[in-house]
């Protein structure tokens, strides 16, 4: 089993400033077959970036994914009052599809 | 506008079973491999099961494995997860998530419905 550690458990950060979040893979993740994911309060995910690298359909440009093996990162260019949440990494190039533990991101 | 609504939640007593039922709409249901995911109250997202959009490849988390089992009715644009000797970690919130692109099953999780909550509990 592929486990992930993300890193920081939480981060906080002004609108406007530069959120970089870490996925780190216990072995290499298959054909960087890596997503990120976000998450609020009392809603479902929504997926963000696929590929490790490409922006799913309508996510703007100020995320981005990056990384490949077992170092993954999403980069958040610059901070939205709406970008305060939590993200999760997953890998689905092997079963089980393991999720990382989750990042908050939190208004400094 | 693709639609997933999940059903079957409830209280259930350890040892017992539900089944959860997933209605899909807005998209040809049986293009899509399709995913169950839970979230236990406060905690982090952890994946269940998949299944191929043909069913011939379904993958189970070693947490549920000889105890759920996921099934998908492409006629009736259904997912299905039989959740059978429930214990109290199996208290989460479930949710439904259709695979990003069609015809694959290794892909990230596109859609999601918005859950369906299953409280294990005596």
């Known amino acids: 089993e592929i486990v992930l550690t993300q890193s920081p458990g939480t981060l906080s950060l002004s609108p406007g400033e530069r959120a970089t979040l870490s996925c780190r893979a216990s072995?290499?993740?298959?054909?960087?077959?890596l997503a990120w994911y976000q998450q609020k309060p009392g809603q479902a995910p929504r997926l963000l970036i696929y590929g490790a690298s490409s922006r799913a359909t309508g996510i703007p440009d100020r995320f981005s994914g990056s990384g490949s093996g077992t170092d993954f990162t999403l980069t958040i260019s610059r901070l939205e009052p709406e970008d305060f949440a939590v993200y999760y990494c997953q890998q689905y190039g092997s079963s089980p599809y393991t999720f990382g533990q989750g990042t908050k991101l939190e208004i400094k | 506008e693709v639609q997933l609504v999940e059903s079957g939640g409830g209280l259930v007593k350890p040892g017992g079973s539900l089944r959860l039922s997933c209605a899909a709409s807005?998209?040809?249901?049986?293009?899509?491999?399709m995913n169950w995911v839970r979230q236990a109250p406060g905690k982090g997202l952890e994946w269940v099961s998949s299944i191929s959009s043909g069913s011939s490849y379904i993958y189970y988390a070693d947490s549920v494995k000889g105890r759920f089992t996921i099934s998908r009715d492409n006629a009736k644009n259904s997912l299905y997860l039989q959740m059978n000797s429930l214990r109290a970690e199996d208290t989460a919130v479930y949710y439904c998530?259709?695979?990003?692109?069609?015809?694959?099953?290794?892909?990230?999780?596109?859609?999601w419905g918005q859950g369906t909550l299953v409280t294990v509990s005596s």
């Open positions: 998530a259709r695979g990003y692109f069609d015809h694959d099953i290794l892909t990230g999780y596109g859609n």
């Open positions: 072995q290499s993740v298959s054909s960087n077959y």
């Open positions: 807005g998209f040809t249901f049986s293009s899509y491999s």
